[in-house]
């Protein structure tokens, strides 16, 4: 999906505070959020988010509500192009509103940095509200599995 402009982001809500991830510290609790939202294995998950964590074009987002770990969402800056990854949200926490304030953190942040188009890879769960948000379908892609 794509958002060919970034000049529409709204303000920011307080849906949940979200702050960059700068440390390890903040890293590890950003991997825990990603496992479990995704539903991936925490390992994984480490070694992916500690990688991007030391790399100069991705930016790891973590969002709190009370206080507590609630949501993820990363940045990966290609060009005048933001990449919107990893928007994930732990299950007690869905259907507040937390998945599109990460998203428009991350697109904010890379308009910030200078991104003109935003994109994404949407889960079928998330692309009505980024049609809402307005991107616009630009692929579709099929998952195939292997027959038994």
């Known amino acids: 999906m794509a958002m060919t402009s970034l000049d529409e982001i ?7 505070e ?11 609790k950003f ?5 479990s939202a995704l539903e991936m ?21 973590l969002g709190r509500v009370d206080g507590r770990p609630a949501a993820t969402g990363l940045l990966i800056q290609s060009g ?5 990854y990893s928007i994930g949200v732990v299950e007690e926490f869905r259907r507040r509103g937390i998945g599109k304030a990460m998203s428009w953190e991350v697109l904010r942040a890379g308009r910030e940095a200078g ?9 079928e769960m ?15 892609y099929h998952h195939f599995e292997p027959a038994n």
Not at 18 to 28: L, Y
Not at 44 to 59: K, Y
Not at 115 to 123: D, F, M, N, T
Request: aromatic share 4%.
């Open 80 to 84: 005048h192009v933001a990449g919107v």
């Open 10 to 16: 709204p303000p920011r809500d307080s849906t949940a």
């Open 115 to 123: 991104c003109q188009v935003g994109v994404l890879q949407s889960s």
């Open 31 to 35: 991997s825990t959020v990603t496992a």
């Open 18 to 28: 979200i702050t960059e991830v700068n440390n390890s510290d903040e890293c590890d």
């Open 126 to 140: 998330g692309s009505p509200l980024y049609e809402k948000m307005g991107f616009e379908t630009t692929v579709t």
């Open 41 to 61: 294995p925490l390992g994984v998950a480490e070694q992916v988010d500690q990688a991007a964590l030391e790399a100069d074009n991705i930016r790891l987002f």
